[in-house]
Nanobody, 126 residues
Framework: VQLVESGGGLVLPGGSLTLSCSTSGRASSSGTMGWFRQAPGKEREFLATIRRGDRKILYADSVKGRFTIFRNNAKNTVDLQMRSLQVEDTAVYYC????????????????????WGQGTQVTVSL
C-alpha cells in the first residue's frame, strides 16, 4: 500500500477536520499530490493539489478559502485542513499522487494521477 488516508470521521456543521495522507514506496517521491472526494451517486471531484518542487497549489472553487493543502516532504505526508464544513461536504475523501510534475491544466484532473489511497469517510451531520 502506497497511499494511506486518515483523519476522517463525523463532524458537526461548521466544524473542522484535518485529513492526512501518508505516502510510502514510489508514491513518496510523487511530483504532484492531490485530494479528491466522492459522494454517493456522484463523480469523484477535485478538491486541492500541490506540486513537490515549486509547491504550486490549486483549489476547487467549492472549497477555496475553507480547505488548505499542506505537504511535508520530510515526513512524506500531505494534509488537507478543512474548516466551515457543511452537510454537502459529506463524502469519501481520497488522496492521489503521480510521479510527474503536472502542468497547471492537468493538476485538477483525476485521470492524470497514478496512485490512489483507499479513501476515508467524512460525514457532516447534526
Amino acid at each position: 500500500v502506497q497511499l494511506v488516508e486518515s483523519g476522517g470521521g463525523l463532524v458537526l456543521p461548521g466544524g473542522s477536520l484535518t485529513l492526512s495522507c501518508s505516502t510510502s514506496g514510489r508514491a513518496s517521491s510523487s511530483g504532484t499530490m492531490g485530494w479528491f472526494r466522492q459522494a454517493p451517486g456522484k463523480e469523484r471531484e477535485f478538491l486541492a493539489t500541490i506540486r513537490r518542487g515549486d509547491r504550486k497549489i490549486l483549489y476547487a472553487d467549492s472549497v477555496k478559502g475553507r480547505f488548505t493543502i499542506f505537504r511535508n516532504n520530510a515526513k512524506n505526508t500531505v494534509d488537507l485542513q478543512m474548516r466551515s464544513l457543511q452537510v454537502e461536504d459529506t463524502a469519501v475523501y481520497y488522496c492521489a499522487g503521480t510521479s510527474r510534475n503536472l502542468i497547471v491544466s492537468s493538476m485538477s484532473r483525476k485521470e492524470h494521477y497514478d496512485y490512489w489511497g483507499q479513501g476515508t469517510q467524512v460525514t457532516v451531520s447534526l
